[in-house]
């Protein structure tokens, strides 16, 4: 692992043994919620780090995406209910992993750029943003069930 890589993992690792100190001291619940969100936040950053550096088949083997409740498996017909009309969440797909970008101030009205919610990106993405750490930001809320496009 080149020094880059490997001060990005330190620097993740170090927050979230922060993070778990910090649940250690007695706090009031809606401190212990904020704490457990952030947790989860950067466990789902550590997960977008093994993403970037792992091949997808050694992947799949040994990092589980962290999700909210549970991970939920999305076809490209069901992806494309989550567009952000009529009161649903958006979401959008990237190399097979679902994001909710629905408070994601970039995806304003769940359109970024000129692209929809409810769809995979990832040829988009990949020819947009060579720095994928923008990814590591929004909440992964499951899987694309048939694979990934390359738009």
Same mark, same amino acid.
């Given at each position: ?14 927050? *979230?043994? $922060? ?11 809606? %401190?212990?919620? %904020? ?17 970037? *550096? ?47 970008? %629905? ?8 359109? $970024? ?6 769809? #995979?990106? %990832?040829?988009? $993405?990949?020819?947009? $943003?060579? #720095? ?13 069930? #048939? ?5």
């Amino acid at each position: 692992m080149d020094q880059s890589k490997y001060s990005n993992f330190k620097s993740i690792m170090d927050e *979230i043994h $922060h993070t778990v100190h910090l649940l250690y001291y007695p706090t009031i619940p809606k %401190t212990r919620k %904020t704490l457990l969100k952030k947790l989860e936040e950067q466990l789902n950053q550590l997960s977008q780090f093994f993403i970037l *550096i792992m091949p997808k088949k050694e992947l799949d083997n040994v990092v589980s995406i962290p999700v909210q409740d549970q991970d939920i498996l999305l076809n490209r017909s069901e992806l494309s209910k989550y567009n952000g009309k009529n009161g649903n969440p958006a979401y959008v797909a990237v190399d097979g992993i679902v994001y909710d970008v %629905t408070d994601n101030a970039a995806w304003a009205a769940a359109v $970024h750029f000129g692209l929809s919610a409810g769809r #995979d990106l %990832t040829g988009a $993405h990949a020819s947009c $943003h060579a #720095d994928r750490d923008v990814l590591s930001k929004l909440r992964v809320v499951g899987r694309l069930e #048939d694979g990934v496009d390359q738009l």
